[in-house]
């Protein structure tokens, strides 16, 4: 592959930077601005880059590389808006035969957030779920087994309230109580690969937010080091700064290449080997994130640890980042499983 980015997605990073920077929040207090928010739905909207893995079943309108330039530039200023929900969720019902809509949808995950919900339209929901990356959506994309032939049907079911959790700019938003599943008549079903497909381009874009996240907060530490003055010095001429600053820096550019390659995958290779290429990516983000965000914390001192601090915001968005689609526990595992079939011939 060639990792170099074209005109045009240097051209989208570039528009979905100035973005970020207008509307994305600068400061804790931010994240309360109910206007700035909604300008900042409204822009994504406008722009259309929810809706960038719309399309026909056998091709998108953009490549998995296009959705990850965008979720990675939305996650290094931490911006408070829907993202990888939207995505997922209009590649799931691409993929499912939809030619696509203009409708915000999120995608309904099960307890732990490993996997989507599995409902069936007899029996109703079999299990709880809740949606998470939701702006201005109101209905939830889930999996649904009726028992028939040819794969897996698609589903949409009510969302109920936002609830605020770990992640200050991604409230979760659990099933409306007593919610059902409303089946969607598609053109095809989904198979295994087509679930195998999507799951990889879903762990790979958590796998892109983690490494937006991490740079956002080396650039954070970093812009601290510069202004932080101690001892009649910057912060920032210290080695001891340096040096750590430095570790997260390659941290981060480490997880970047193997998001890239991910990206790449998603549509260019075999479903198992696009989803082996996203389990490489978020072992590697998953486990660089927490010490990225940590060490930013670290740079900032005292200051570092208090509410008003956005290291924290970052740090908070990686955890959850990293729980979805499973961190590097599962992702190793799924490596190991399909190493040893490799092995044994299966």
Known sequence: MDARPSREQRELADAVDRLAHKLGPNTVGDLDDLERRERLDAALVQAGWRELRTGTAAAPQASGVEAAIVT??????????????????????????????????????????????????????????VAVDVSGSTTGVLLVDDGGAGGIAIGIAPLGGPIEGVDLTRPVTPLAAGAEISSVDRARRLSPDDITAWTALAVTLTAADLVGAMEGAVALATEYARERRQYGAAIGSYQAVQHMLADAKTLSEGAASAMIHAAWAADALAPDAARAAAAVAKAYASRAARTVCETAIQVHGGIGNTWECMAHVFLRRTLLATELFGGDGPQLALLAQQRWGATNGL
């Open 72 to 129: 990675r530039s939305l996650a290094r200023r931490c911006c408070d808006t829907a993202i990888i929900g939207p995505l997922l969720a209009h590649d799931l019902l691409r993929r499912a035969g939809s030619d696509g809509d203009e409708v915000t949808r999120a995608i309904v995950m099960a307890d732990g957030l490993q996997s989507l919900v599995v409902g069936s339209p007899h029996a109703g929901l079999t299990t709880s779920g």
